[in-house]
């Protein structure tokens, strides 16, 4: 770790090349992520035992982040149903957690594409791709084991994902991945201490919280540094378009299908989820920090406003 706190220190005279002013947060940041990133990793691969069965009565989340908890239908419900419905939306939010993951890692690679690659910058872009990487092939064994299928989102939201992949950069893209990186953080941090979930999604939700919080911090410093001398339009428009993401991704994380897999009534469980103040105010609470910062780098426009409380984020 010590080499990576000189490095940052002497990189002028060591790579004789001068980071500019605009450079150093985020090169500083990188540069304590990386000796963060070097001391915690986490490997689910080889930390979790995928072959253990699964206790029957454990949830795949907790009851309360159901996204129709407290709603007439799941008072319906057995404690079996809760369980089995509680897996299925945990896969169906593992599965967009893949789908986005991808988008991020095509956005990261693509603003270091031609990149200072002797930067802590390239460097630290580098673990994100790498720890995406694991994430998303972590969420997909446990979809495996818990539902043995997966969701995708609706076309609509699957084909501007890839425009968002081609043309977003810059604030747009960081903000997009912070936002998104937010949310997924939002339902497992809520999740990792319940003993009445999965030990090995516990894990899973602990791995995740754990090596996000570096690529949240990462993305914070790219959206700030994005931001500065950004003019009038650019960033009305930057603003409307993460926060249309936002509202996507949000709308996507429980898929309908998840609950006819659950064996529930499909049309039934997604109108009373719309409806649902309980799980609303669950995002909007844990929204807060989210939004402070959005409003602190100039990104809480009026325009994109409209789309966090359709999202009920705020
Ligand atoms: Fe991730
Ligand atoms: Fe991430």
């Keep these: 770790m010590s080499s990576a706190i000189q490095y940052n220190n002497d990189s002028a005279d060591v790579e004789g090349n001068v980071i500019s002013l605009n450079d150093q947060g985020v090169e500083e940041v990188s540069d304590r992520l990386l000796a963060s990133a070097a001391r915690l990793s986490r490997n689910a691969m080889t930390e979790i035992d995928w072959s253990l069965p699964m206790e029957p009565d454990k949830h795949g989340c907790s ?3 159901s996204s129709l908890y407290g709603t007439d239908y799941w008072n319906e419900l ?4 809760r369980v089995s419905l509680t897996r299925h939306e945990f896969a169906s939010i593992m599965c967009i957690g893949i789908w986005f993951e991808m988008v991020l890692q095509e956005l990261v690679l693509r603003d270091q594409y031609l990149g200072e690659y002797h930067s802590t910058e390239f460097q630290f872009a580098l673990v994100e791709v790498a ?3 694991r994430h998303s092939l972590m969420f997909s064994k446990a979809s495996e084991k818990m539902v043995g299928k997966s969701y995708r989102p609706n076309k609509l939201v699957g084909r501007l994902g890839k425009v968002f992949k081609y043309v977003a950069k ?12 937010e949310v997924l953080d939002v339902f497992q941090r809520g999740c990792m201490r319940d003993d009445r979930v999965l030990p090995f999604i516990r894990t899973v939700n602990e791995i995740h919280v754990l090596e996000e919080a570096r690529h949240m911090k990462y993305a914070r410093e790219q959206v700030r540094e994005s931001m500065q001398g950004v003019g009038w339009f650019r960033r009305k428009l930057s603003a409307l378009v993460v926060s249309m993401g936002a509202y996507m991704i949000v709308a996507n994380l429980v898929r309908p299908q998840a609950y006819a897999d659950a064996g529930l009534d499909k049309g ?4 009373e989820a719309a409806h649902n103040e309980h799980f609303h105010s669950m995002i909007r609470s844990s929204c807060t920090h989210l939004m402070e910062f959005l409003d602190e780098v100039g990104l809480l426009t009026k ?3 409209r789309y966090y409380r359709r999202a009920h984020m705020i």
């Design 63 to 65: 009851p309360e982040w």
């Design 78 to 81: 057995t404690d079996e149903q």
């Design 131 to 133: 720890d995406e990487c």
């Design 170 to 181: 810059n604030e747009v893209a960081y903000a997009g991945i912070l936002v998104a990186e």
């Design 268 to 271: 039934r469980a997604y109108g």
């Design 303 to 305: 325009p994109a406003l």
